[in-house]
């Protein structure tokens, strides 16, 4: 029967090995040796490197296999090159013994794991010094390998001088540990590992310190938590550098050759060698992965990788989540395995004494509770750290498991990693019965909500899955990931950091950017409604329903076990519903226009919830991410609560829309103390309430100074800080024509700005003043000097000279991790959140000059924009704008809704078509 013909079978290492060397001998009697050796070493690698990586496959454990591959592979290249070095182009018969060398494999090509595209980093080992020939091999062998496109680090020492240096410097002495001979005298090899081998049984403390302070630092570098969404596999905390600080300590220390070695040596359990193994394989799996999709030694595992490697490993959506967020909870979990890990092996090492034991302070607290428990036969200090006396304990009294967290915690000693490993091998003990228990839940209570640091309990809790299964719900949102560029961690993460931070508020830790959230805590709140609350406030995300109602669902029913009153769960639960809608008006809403303070207000109903909701919501952003909440959204949500204080009968009550507008005429008159009453008079007539009512009065005498001396058929423009919001503050006062809001955003799109706020009106004599709060792509404030290069390009679009959407095509291309994301595009029309104006949110995929786009299609359709509020969530846009139709009116007609809503859906389709945005 006729068929393709067969694939050939790939040749076995060893069948290439014997190959090449026939192949280099061949070289030798080429026209052009050198050309004739490069082009089989070229073959050579290709095919055996090729076999490597046909081994990953779409298997999650594959890595270890294919690194050792690809390390084998690299030997058989590096001594074929070696060997014609040698042999052919430098050929040495009558060399003695002084002149012989080793070539030693180090750092992680020593350790035989090398990923895809990884270095080869090499040692040339002299036994005295260098002499002509072993000069001449070695850089023939490099500039072989170099033609090879490899990445070869290299070095040329003796023994004392690789003592020397290992000395000096900790990456040197690393990189010695992880020695493999290679090629040439291996005697010579061998003395350096007994050299060496003395040198380090004196060392021991003084290199495991080393390591760990240089893990912390590396650690710092990399954002500081193993939870971050974007997490570098290599060097980020809980991936594969941990591991093999690890291990490089190991083998430093117990002269350990593997994982299995420590556990007969007692530093690890089996159970824990095989969670070692795990994590092991699946960080070198997506390693592996990762390197292939990249074409190149990437190591952070981005947004556009991460889809890319859930592909490859065949993770499928599951529920309410897409099959990247599946794939990242699973690399989440690997990444808190390696931090157990890391616990229990430090507590192993103090027990050696080879590592430095908690502070003083720590085990004076520690033996203080020894000394003073009721019970003695429960707890006992080990090494300064708590630690559980016998596991029967546990058996005998499930909650026991809780009070070993609460007494962390009264003391400041920290858990032994043995009474982890316990807690975490009691898991099946945390049952119904257990989950009902009134003395554990008044004990999980008191953790959150009276204990001295919530989010050390909450973390501990969490790391060894007690958390989880005394909060079952919980669990599905360990290690969840939300496939976003907004939030920097995951859902549990955020939410203990959040736990976190209200303790530190309460404490007065917060007062400098919390002032009015301290000052209600100060006077005191419902501290157990308000922990919960966080506790509860994302919980039910991971769900294909809206995550605040199933939080809330879940708060109702949680509650009460915990110990709350019919009162107190009510509040809970209406606070979980209802945690977006401050941020929601404060950001995505004119605050300025009564009837949304007044629609807020409507919502919220009482003080008592706006003092809690105020506090719920700062805290959730937040912990949203290391630079989330800046001073724009600090004033933004102030202003929001002092407004609905009064509409609630608290403050400032009740002034009509006639009473606010002489209010702010008669703060404006203050300050223009050098005007003449005339002046003063002829410019307040020129402006509708809606400018009264619409800016503060800082910003109103800057557009006064401005309007002053300005001339009708000039562009006048100022620039100043707004240190409030975080901005620069661009006033602008010239003749009102069509389009001109368009013009002004592509200007700023183009000179690289962000419009975070814009208000425009037109005054009775024809003028427009127009305010832009704008920040830099880093979400600052503009630098004084790149203020004249803004208003310059304001001024050239303002005049005509270049044509703003066609300067912005070349600005738009979506960045390569900025693709997966797929934000649909939806456009809503409000009619009831203003008395005055039609609000018209558009929410989709943020991109450079897209408020230039939006507004442009505005104008087109005959809509004039009063104000936008402008707000992003990483790679979501929500841009409102107040707009009425060309008669001032808003706009009602289900048919024209239809006409605007097209042309932005157009607007976006073209912008995104330039983009490359296939979504």
């Known amino acids: 029967m006729d068929g393709a013909p067969e694939s050939p079978r790939p040749r076995s290492l060893a069948e290439l090995r014997v190959a090449l060397d026939a192949a280099l001998k061949e070289a030798r009697a080429a026209p052009d040796p050198r050309a004739a050796a490069l082009a089989a070493l070229t073959e050579v690698q290709a095919e055996s490197r090729q076999a490597a990586l046909t081994r990953l496959g779409g298997a999650r454990d594959s890595g270890p296999r294919v690194a050792r591959d690809l390390t084998e592979a690299m030997d058989l290249v590096v001594r074929g090159a070696l060997d014609f070095a040698s042999t052919y182009l430098h050929p040495n018969y009558a060399r003695d013994a002084a002149e012989g060398f080793a070539v030693v494999a180090v750092g992680g090509y020593g350790r035989g794991e090398m990923a895809p595209f990884s270095d080869v980093d090499l040692l040339f080992l002299t036994p005295w010094k260098k002499t002509a020939w072993m000069e001449q091999v070695v850089e023939s062998t490099l500039y072989l390998l170099w033609d090879l496109k490899l990445k070869v680090g290299q070095s040329v020492r003796s023994i004392s001088e690789c003592q020397r240096l290992s000395r000096e410097d900790f990456t040197i002495r690393t990189a ?7 090629w ?49 596999v290599k060097e980020g905390k809980g991936g594969l550098r941990d591991l093999q600080t690890l291990f490089w300590i190991a083998k430093y220390i117990y002269d350990a050759e593997d994982v299995a070695d420590l556990i007969g040596k007692g530093v690890l359990k089996a159970e824990e060698a095989e969670i070692f193994s795990a994590a092991a394989s699946f960080l070198w799996t997506v390693r592996c992965h990762l390197h292939l999709a990249a074409g190149r030694a990437q190591e952070q595992l981005t947004f556009d990788y991460q889809v890319e490697v859930a592909r490859r490993l065949g993770f499928e959506p599951q529920g309410g989540r897409r099959g990247v967020e599946v794939f990242m909870q699973r690399y989440f979990r690997h990444a808190k395995d390696v931090g157990d890990l890391t616990r229990f092996f430090c507590a192993a090492l103090e027990a050696d004494q080879k590592k430095a034991r908690p502070g003083l302070g720590a085990l004076v607290r ?58 975490a091998r009691k898991l099946h003990l945390i049952d119904d019965a257990l989950r009902n228990d009134p003395e554990a839940n008044a004990i999980f209570l008191r953790l959150l909500s009276e204990s001295g640091d919530p989010e050390r309990a909450l973390r501990r809790m969490n790391e060894t899955g007690v958390l989880g299964a005394f909060i079952p719900e919980f669990d599905r949102i360990v290690s969840l990931m939300q496939f976003n560029m907004y939030h920097s961690y995951t859902v549990d993460e955020h939410t203990i950091l959040a736990v976190g931070s209200l303790r530190k508020l309460a404490l007065g830790g917060l007062i400098a950017d919390l002032p009015v959230a301290s000052e209600i805590i100060a006077k005191g709140v419902d501290m157990q409604v308000l922990t919960l609350a966080l506790f509860f406030h994302d919980i039910g995300k991971g769900d294909a329903r809206p995550h605040e109602e199933v939080g809330a669902e879940i708060a109702a029913r949680l509650c009460p076990r915990l110990g709350l009153t019919e009162g107190q769960t009510e509040m809970v639960e209406w606070l979980v519903r209802h945690h977006l809608i401050m941020s929601d008006y404060a950001q995505k809403r004119d605050i300025s226009d009564p009837k949304t ?30 630079t989330t909440w800046n001073n724009w959204k600090a004033q933004l949500l102030r202003h929001l609560y002092a407004d609905t204080l009064a509409v609630l009968g608290v403050g400032n009550e009740g002034l009509s829309r006639a009473g606010r507008v002489a209010e702010a005429k008669a703060r404006l008159r203050e300050r223009l103390s050098a005007w003449k009453d005339e002046e003063i008079d002829a410019w307040f007539a020129q402006h509708f309430p809606p400018y009264w009512l619409g800016l503060d009065t800082d910003t109103q005498e800057r557009l006064a100074e401005i309007g002053r001396s300005a001339k009708p058929d000039h562009i006048h423009s100022r620039f100043d800080d707004d240190p409030a919001r975080d901005a620069t503050r661009l006033c602008l006062y010239l003749a009102d024509h069509p389009g001109l809001f368009s013009r002004i955003a592509g200007a700023l799109a183009l ?22 709060w704008v920040q830099d792509r880093e979400g600052a404030p503009f630098e004084p000097a790149r203020h004249e290069r803004i208003k310059k390009s304001i001024h050239r679009a303002l005049r005509g000279e270049y044509v703003a959407r066609e300067a912005l095509k070349p600005k738009r291309e979506l960045k390569k991790r900025e693709r997966p994301f797929d934000v649909p595009t939806t456009i809503t029309f409000d009619n009831e959140s203003s008395d005055l104006y039609t609000v018209i949110e558009v929410d989709t995929r943020d991109r450079v000059g897209l408020l230039h786009d939006l507004t442009r299609a505005l104008a087109a359709a005959s809509i004039n924009i009063v104000s936008a509020v402008i707000t992003t969530y990483g790679e979501q846009a929500v841009d409102s704008f107040y707009v009425k139709d060309i008669f001032g009116l808003k706009i009602r007609s289900a048919q024209k809704q239809k006409s605007v809503e097209q042309r932005l859906r157009d607007a976006i389709r073209q912008a995104a078509a330039e983009a490359g945005d296939a979504s």
Request: proline share 4%; hydrophobic share 45%; net charge neutral.
């Open 184 to 232: 040439g005298d291996e005697a010579l090899a061998k003395k350096l590992s007994a050299a060496l081998r003395k040198d380090f049984l004196s060392s021991g403390p003084e290199f495991v310190e080393a390591k760990l302070s240089e893990r912390d630092k590396r650690h710092e570098r990399h954002g500081g938590s193993r939870y971050l969404v974007e997490p570098n």
């Open 751 to 772: 000179a690289g700005a962000s419009v975070r706020d814009a208000r425009m009106f037109t005054s009775s004599e024809g003028m427009t003043t127009a305010v832009f």
């Open 597 to 626: 303070v007044r629609a807020f207000a409507d919502q919220v109903r009482s003080v008592e919830r706006l003092k809690l909701l105020l506090v719920l919501t700062a805290l959730d952003i937040r912990a949203v991410g290391p």
């Open 176 to 182: 010695l540990l992880e020695k493999r001979f290679l």
């Open 366 to 423: 520690a033996f203080a509770f020894g000394a003073t428990r009721e019970d003695p036969t429960g707890f006992f200090i080990r090494d300064g750290r708590i630690d559980v006396a016998d596991e029967a304990w546990f058996d005998e009294n499930p909650v026991n498991i809780l009070r070993l967290f609460e007494e962390g915690l009264k003391t400041g000693a920290l858990i032994h990693p043995n009474a982890h490993r316990l807690a």
